[in-house]
């Protein structure tokens, strides 16, 4: 369409309809959108397999819905991330198909299954205190066509723990590693793994961590090379970026 | 090695000269590097292709040298990171085939030149001033067996710079973007890929920069979800993970 | 009235009726007020065609409400910022006739619609999160008698849209933009306008947005030159400012 | 030149030189600058009378001339702010007829000191240490084309200064407030002048100052509402932002 | 009685009905209070009019109850600060010639209402929001004997209202000065008195006002060299500390 | 059993009944915890007396019961720390022969009172708002078999009360010294004592205490060499490492 | 003088030489100096005993030499604070009278050492360490008239110290408490003593004192109600408001 | 001698040579070191086979070295920790028998080389950039008399290596940690040990370490509830805190 609106034009400059000083101004307060630009959306959605994810958190239970209609209607898989309790009810009973995940707030309805990742995606975290987060990185992984193994509960302080698990995340193609409190784990996993660590700091903990500061700051001084870091508590980035990884 | 001193006490056992008990105290005792754990880093070489980088700041010169000559012997290639003014000298005397790179102080031996990224890595930098950070990236990424393409001065202030450069990198499969100030760049660049983007904080500002915290917590916040984040400055760690993106 | 004060003192030592040493005495005990700078006020609400704008935020309903009725009775336009529930009920029971902004809790009074400002403002905004604080700064803006364009949810991460609405704001006599997460939008509009940017952080975000820090300090480290910054969620101050900018 | 590149693409189009697939391609990968987005920059160069400013602090001394170089052969005025030792000389020695400042290190070369400001502009600071962030704002409007009265040295803890002297600044049509310390001059000169204050807080003062912490904070909670703050020690940004109101 | 406790002591001995060793084993082994150290909080009592002070928040009802009535057993003037909605209630149905002010919470009896302090203590506060610490300052300063001159309203923002109002306070022997936001008016007033200024930051702003720091580093960031701090929202401590340098 | 399983294959080895390249491939694979690993917790809680312990807070409140049940059948003393309103009633409908703490929320189930330590352990507090982390420290420390001596009350400002009470912790093999406000009593105790300091910071204060982050910074910087400090508020660590500590 | 010119002005208003309108136009313009302000510094400089004091750092020595002729003339005792090493020679080369203090960097010039203070002022600090800016503030109180005791080395790890010189400033009529690190030593004094105690932070320590902030925020948070808290080594401060309160 | 004083007294009073009154207002005023308190100072250097350390830094040489020869003489080990430059010239000069450990400064001198510590004391490191930190740890933990077991470089992104070194430090009686960055060491050694472990924080990192801040908060939040923290940097307190827990 938008091309179509471009190529109108030079064939009107071609034939004499437009001549070519009314088409250079047209030209340059022509939207970028119709010059194509607004299709990077579009196509990420195709490749990447999930449609824009609405974040839940504050927005009106109706609206929730309105816009879960709307995603829905779409076609593909559909995430709501954070939805609050009464959101949570009418999703439920308006998508008895859909999955609704309370300790992370997530909603999720399938249409395709297919998987797009190249190898399994790795989400480990420290504390059962950090199962919500990781929960949210997984739904989100998921939803994007990736295999998942999840390993809870392994944090540094009972490092045999992780040992005894490494066969399970060692061939991973990408790790996502949750945690709260000091945030030590994503260095001890960016040591035992070759591949990229996605590090989600949480704010589980108390008087100096500060809200998750503590465990934000130690994961962007690990020693392992290999760790970058998003937001605290952002499990839906955490998946989102391993999903993007696992495709490269 | 240890393989074989794990295999000699096995055949041991199996001989009846060492008894089960004997073997069975023996074994709890066994280093786990001898089990093979520490090959993980043998193995990560390996695939990598590039040995385990020094980083050359605060080290004694002649300290360099040694851990250069020791590295330049094991075959691989060899990165070294912020080289003191001393330190640079004397390599490029002992390596008249090194590449030294003064803004960075990164110091480089090509041993294999073969590529094993599967595509293009970007690496974008919003003001002349990052360039040093964003050059330690493309050093690292460059030795790591990766094509880049660079891309220096784009910042958002300047949005028409970015959209004009915008054919070079979106068809990257990572970039790493590199900005100090507000540190905004990660987030307009995360908006035009579909890909993942590593976000490298400057301590490039002054006043409320606080030294790069204002970057730091911008790229943090993005609201562009494939954005993931490394430490302050580092260069080495954001090219180190595009590296390993790359090899998924 | 002031004025006519003071000229009756003088008015009084010319015929005599009090001594020079008893003016003196009473000149300097004399409130500033009565010698003019009070006027300074009056000025400015003439010129600027805003009365005394009540901050609503924490005061008894009633109290709200007895203002309210003082500022109406003045003739001038009336604007309460930040009215919590049973205030904002009150006033619109007593005011049929003034408007409620539900999101960001303003109330005005219309008495002089006439416009003073000498071009449009343009109020932009990040994301719709953000809204509630843009329209205290239009709701502001408008009732100092200004032309606003308002943009909403235009963010860097979809820079697209930026420059598909480039055409609404660019020849604005100053725009406010309003952003929370990053914060990054003024400056991707501050390199697209040649005219002031008042930007208003938002307290949007979660985590390392530390309540609006991430955006303020990014902000405030704009590479764009003409960005000044006003506090966060101070959607008032932004819109205040730019009516008078204005205005010059 | 840009323009003539798109229009003669027009005219091939027009003589059928180029057909319309072909027109199309390239007109979708000419970048933005050639379309006419570049001219934003030109033509604030040339309604505000300043070229790009260069920050000189950091930049090779040889570097800083060669822009100087360039600058000064575009024909408009040049700025170059905080000079270091060396690149001041070599300025100095090139530009005979310059203006160096030392306490701010500018370096100022008039081509036109035409007035293009409206109204005048005042700047104030707090103590004579803040004299060298001042001076870079003032030599930054006026090299803009401004009219500017300076006053120094009028702190909130001896007001009366401040009184003394308000008549030199209360007709402005803005105002520059420049405070270290406790940065509370800005709101006392807000309260007396009807005009928009641009404040910059200074690094001036020691211990819990923070290095200009203090007065950001400080100038950020303003209870005059006409005060909008620039980046700590931005005598730069103040002046230029009030030559841009001071034009609207 | 603890005197009466050692003269015993010291009687025995000279009497020789305790030995000078068992003396000396008892002697070290008393407990300081006994040797007259804890006078020293007696003394004050007695000295500055006023028995220790409960802070009632957070304290049971029933204890706040239980501890005013000690307190008013000893015949002393009795405060209790912060007390809450239920304490305040059983206070008043206990005390009904008890004094309560809402706005701090503080309850006050009166046993004894003469003047201790040499001059008048001057309360001043920026904004009508900071009237409860100012009054939690009024009724500790006063409940210590001292006349007080109360000023409310007259932050830097309207300069004019603090000089109008310079006669009422300029011969106070100590100012306290109470102000959220940017806290600028202690040093304000401090540059309008010779006497000792006690200010008192307050929590009151938002955004960047981080709950009263912004005022606290301005304060202590005074260029005003007779201004001391006391903790975010202490009242009492400002008023305690005026009554007590209003006895040096 | 992990050890049998261990035994069972070198025995398997030794009869031929495995070979060597087998063993070894079972080996590598087998977890650490079978090797003996795990042991080390199992070890830890039979040297020190007490049974892993619960972390109430955020739990639901059937599955602290839950865990309790399965604590309370292993046969040694059961800690569950701050347990919320509901599962302190279930708590206490369970196990009537338990202790619930309501201060602290603790509650505590005795299987064996013997004493471990080597000597007493004195917990020392600043106020009376301290006593629930003081109460946590000393019902942890109790449970771990440790005589206690506790005083509370005893802050700087009243350092005599410290003196007098200084007979009753001098002699403690180690203290527990719980302080907010201005966190110095840590300091204090620790030049009166020869043994190690145990500081816990409590989130106890207004205003510039930021939350226990004044008392925290205050107890790290102790000018007495004997100081050590866990998080803010955080009892149960105080307890237990001074219950290691007295039995080193 | 300025009185004259006010009379002046009124007798020709009296005399029909100005008529009212032109008298009321001089009189709003007339600044407020004239009208009796600045006399505030006059009287206090009379009343205090002390000219304005110089702050030497950052000072060009020729500069800090010209003040201190300029001060020395005008009859009073100088004072001139942290001067730099080659200030400070030159100041001792002009007044060989003069007293040079190293540690602090004072620089004090007697002309009248009468006693204006009502008692004497006790300057206590923790360690030898923090000896500069105690010196800082006892050169500032004694150049006021005041009679002061000093005592070094009482740090409330040593508490016994400060209990066997409490006899020393006991009975001071305001103490002034300098201390670094944890800052403790101000709540310490302020339960011995019934005066109000002046606190000054030091920046000594290291690490977690991030350059005073510790002690600053100990003592803000002190729980003695007596202590008031300057700026971070603003030992000329403390020194100030000491005599400033010795005078009350 | 002190308690001669006391004895004397009360000899006096048995005798009728003072009476009651005068012996209690003499009590009142004898300092309490004559009571014995500052024994215990005196008893912990006995105790503890270290006499007071000194910490060199920021002293003057000459001053040290004058120190250093008072310590000397008093026959016990001597310790001055931080030396700088010149001063640990003096030192070697003056003390040819002593140790100078250039990488963390410290300067020792054997008199006592008997061991006290019950059992050895691990000291383990992170990095080698980590080990003048741990050095300073070690010379003061030697000197107290301890057997030390030191083990350098076992950082958690290399966890293999702590595994294969965990039976060099299992045994240890207490731990002392030393990391920088990210500083999650502690937790991990903390989840392999049942005895104390007390971390040190170093200042090693970049960016986001901001100074060693990270790692100290990762310390404080450490999961392993057996680990307690001292300042950044404080390899002494460590040591020294080590050295008395290995006594109790």
């Given at each position: 369409?938008d091309q179509n609106h471009l190529r109108e034009l030079l064939e009107q400059v071609r034939h004499?309809a437009v001549?070519?000083?009314a088409a250079l101004a047209r030209l340059?307060?022509m939207?970028?959108?119709d010059?194509?630009?607004?299709?990077?959306?579009?196509?990420?959605?195709?490749?990447?397999?999930?449609?824009?994810?609405?974040?839940?958190?504050?927005?009106?239970?109706?609206?929730?819905?309105?816009?879960?209609?709307?995603?829905?209607?779409?076609?593909?898989?559909?995430?709501?991330?954070?939805?609050?309790?009464?959101?949570?009810?009418?999703?439920?009973?308006?998508?008895?198909?859909?999955?609704?995940?309370?300790?992370?707030?997530?909603?999720?309805?399938?249409?395709?299954?297919?998987?797009?990742?190249?190898?399994?995606?790795?989400?480990?975290?420290?504390?059962?205190?950090?199962?919500?987060?990781?929960?949210?990185?997984?739904?989100?992984?998921?939803?994007?066509?990736?295999?998942?193994?999840?390993?809870?509960?392994?944090?540094?302080?009972?490092?045999?723990?992780?040992?005894?698990?490494?066969?399970?995340?060692?061939?991973?193609?990408?790790?996502?590693?949750?945690?709260?409190?000091?945030?030590?784990?994503?260095?001890?996993?960016?040591?035992?793994?070759?591949?990229?660590?996605?590090?989600?700091?949480?704010?589980?903990?108390?008087?100096?961590?500060?809200?998750?500061?503590?465990?934000?700051?130690?994961?962007?001084?690990?020693?392992?090379?290999?760790?970058?870091?998003?937001?605290?508590?952002?499990?839906?980035?955490?998946?989102?970026?391993?999903?993007?990884?696992?495709?490269?």
């Open positions: 369409m004499g001549d070519v000083d340059r307060h939207p970028f959108e010059l194509g630009f607004a299709k990077v959306d579009h196509h990420r959605a195709i490749r990447v397999g999930v449609p824009e994810v609405v974040f839940g958190k504050g927005k009106a239970p109706e609206h929730v819905l309105a816009i879960a209609d709307r995603l829905n209607e779409r076609g593909g898989n559909v995430l709501i991330t954070r939805t609050e309790a009464r959101a949570a009810e009418l999703l439920q009973a308006r998508f008895p198909e859909g999955e609704y995940f309370p300790l992370s707030g997530a909603f999720r309805i399938w249409k395709d299954r297919s998987i797009h990742g190249k190898g399994k995606i790795a989400i480990l975290c420290a504390g059962t205190s950090d199962i919500p987060v990781a929960e949210e990185a997984q739904v989100t992984a998921e939803v994007m066509g990736n295999e998942i193994v999840s390993i809870a509960d392994i944090g540094v302080a009972g490092i045999h723990r992780l040992f005894n698990n490494r066969d399970k995340f060692v061939d991973a193609k990408v790790c996502v590693v949750v945690a709260g409190m000091e945030g030590a784990l994503p260095s001890a996993v960016g040591g035992l793994v070759p591949c990229p660590v996605v590090a989600v700091p949480t704010s589980i903990g108390y008087g100096a961590s500060f809200h998750g500061l503590a465990a934000l700051l130690g994961m962007l001084n690990s020693c392992a090379s290999n760790v970058t870091v998003v937001n605290i508590d952002n499990g839906f980035g955490g998946g989102y970026v391993a999903g993007l990884i696992n495709r490269v």
